[in-house]
């Protein structure tokens, strides 16, 4: 250890030893190693401006021109999309080596919360689970991201560069067999601005950050290139074959990537296949082909190809989670959805689960007060005794949405219809109308529920409590306009 640097840990306060590095005028210290793999490391660096963390990326270039043109490639994805749920560079430089060889230094956001891959390790160590709402926003944020890429419209300063070629002569990009004519008049500069497929090629839940605000962000663009390649050599297949092992994860890798042959047309939807897989992860912890070779002792390889895996008993999951998993995961790339289809299904059950989740948590949180003598809403206390008997400990065992045939929920209904079959100073046109409204909106369990406590109030002649407890429902529902009929009903009753 040289002298300077004993001195330095001895008396810290007077001599700092922290390395500082330069990009573009701009100094930074480098306080950690994050992560490193290739020629390249990651480092948790501070400006010493503004004294905020950021994520370092250093590529070394030390084997000439084709290593350092993919390294640029990747210099431009960090610049190229636009997104908040792909990741975006601050600042980079390219420096010359007294070797002759180049390093790129690219300035990036840090991520204290980490990836996905962290908390899945976490939920491991602690032996928890997935909420099934949280799995989907961060699904429906994966995606989001996705689409983006998939359908990209690249920038007049963005240069199309594949490292899907047979050989690394400078020349090669000339006479570009994998460049569509869409892409090769973007690379000459014209101004059409055609949609053009890019795939990352790498979805795993370790290269998914999340941001401050819980937003899911899509990094590591290393791997990101044009998604739509036909294989038209043997030594273009070649190509393809080891940067799809070098960059595609296997547990996440889809199967047209596991033996590429000339003929052979690879597009964004190998993102789709690992998509499924990134949500399985999430939900069980791992991939659902190394669970395969974990758990019953597969070849990794075979499961992929033939789609072979299966779901784990425990932790439960609702069917429509489980169905989205198997959605994305079709052998077949032709059979496979596209990124929108993918993210219109995910919203359908996100809005499913949320509408579930909701109607039982409101449900739970009512029992609960009114077991406790702490009922918000004046009327619930006068629900009947086999509406309380569904008070549970767990929301599991709660009615869902669709569940109308429980015998505590039949006698609502069934006093409901004694109600409106009762004379009424109403026309018969206007109970109608408030009837089909009524209908609608005791679908939901929850006004299910509410209506049975107001039915009870109305055979009890409690007039003012009855239009209170109307009156309250109604303002803490942001679409309680029907109250106003069950109102009308229950008044103009005669009983």
Same mark, same amino acid.
Request: charged share 25%; proline share 5%.
């Given at each position: ?110 991520? @204290? ?20 709402? @949280? ?72 290269? +998914? ?83 395969? @070779? ?92 086999? +509406? ?66 107001? +039915? ?40």
């Amino acid at each position: 250890m040289a002298l300077l640097d004993c001195v330095g840990l001895c008396f810290p306060c007077i001599f700092n030893t922290t390395p500082v590095l330069k990009i573009n005028q701009a100094s930074f210290r480098i306080l950690n190693l994050l992560g490193e793999g290739g020629f390249s490391y990651v480092y948790l660096v501070q400006s010493k401006n503004n004294h905020g963390l950021y994520a370092l990326k250093k590529i070394r270039c030390p084997f000439g021109n084709s290593n350092f043109k993919a390294a640029m490639k990747e210099v431009d994805n960090y610049r190229e999309f636009r997104s908040p749920f792909i990741i975006k560079s601050i600042d980079s430089s390219v420096v010359q080596e007294p070797d002759g060889s180049k390093t790129i230094y690219i300035l990036l956001p840090y991520f @204290e919360n980490g990836s996905l891959q962290d908390i899945i390790n976490k939920n491991s160590v602690n032996n928890a689970r997935m909420d099934e709402t @949280e799995a989907l926003r961060l699904f429906v944020g994966i995606c989001r991201g996705l689409q983006s890429m998939h359908r990209h419209q690249v920038s007049k300063n963005y240069t199309i560069v594949s490292s899907m070629e047979p050989n690394d002569s400078d020349g090669a990009d000339e006479n570009n067999p994998f460049l569509s004519n869409v892409e090769e008049s973007i690379r000459d500069g014209t101004e059409l601005q055609e949609t053009v497929s890019f795939a990352h090629r790498d979805i795993k839940p370790a290269n +998914v950050m999340l941001a401050k605000d819980g937003t899911p962000v899509l990094c590591d663009l290393g791997s990101c290139e044009r998604a739509r390649v036909s294989i038209k050599s043997r030594a273009q297949a070649i190509t393809v074959q080891e940067l799809s092992n070098e960059h595609c994860t296997l547990p996440y890798r889809a199967p047209e990537l596991l033996d590429i042959k000339v003929g052979d047309k690879i597009d964004e939807k190998i993102d789709i296949w690992s998509l499924g897989c990134t949500l399985y992860a999430l939900l069980y912890g791992y991939s659902p082909f190394e669970r395969e @070779e974990l758990v019953n002792g597969a070849n990794i390889t075979l499961a992929i190809s033939s789609g072979s895996y299966s779901f784990p008993p425990t932790p439960e999951y609702s069917p429509a989670l489980k169905d989205l998993v198997r959605y994305c995961l079709v052998v077949d790339p032709a059979q496979r959805p596209s990124i929108e289809e993918v993210l219109t299904r995910a919203l359908e059950v996100q809005r499913e689960v949320w509408n579930e989740k909701k109607i039982n948590v409101k449900y739970f949180e009512f029992m609960t007060s009114y077991q406790n003598g702490t009922a918000q809403i004046p009327g619930w206390n006068d629900c009947p005794d086999t +509406v309380l008997n569904r008070s549970q400990t767990s929301l599991a065992s709660l009615p869902s949405a669709d569940a109308g045939d429980g015998a505590d929920l039949a006698e609502i209904r069934a006093k409901l219809r004694e109600i409106l079959a009762l004379p009424t100073t109403l026309s018969e046109r206007e109970l109608a109308y408030h009837r089909s409204k009524l209908e609608k909106a005791t679908e939901n369990v929850e006004n299910l529920i509410f209506v049975g406590a107001m +039915v009870d109030l109305s055979q009890q002649g409690d007039q003012k409590r009855l239009e209170q407890s109307i009156l309250e429902y109604m303002m803490a529902k942001s679409n309680g306009s029907w109250c106003g009929s069950l109102k009308k009903v229950l008044v103009h009753a005669k009983k």
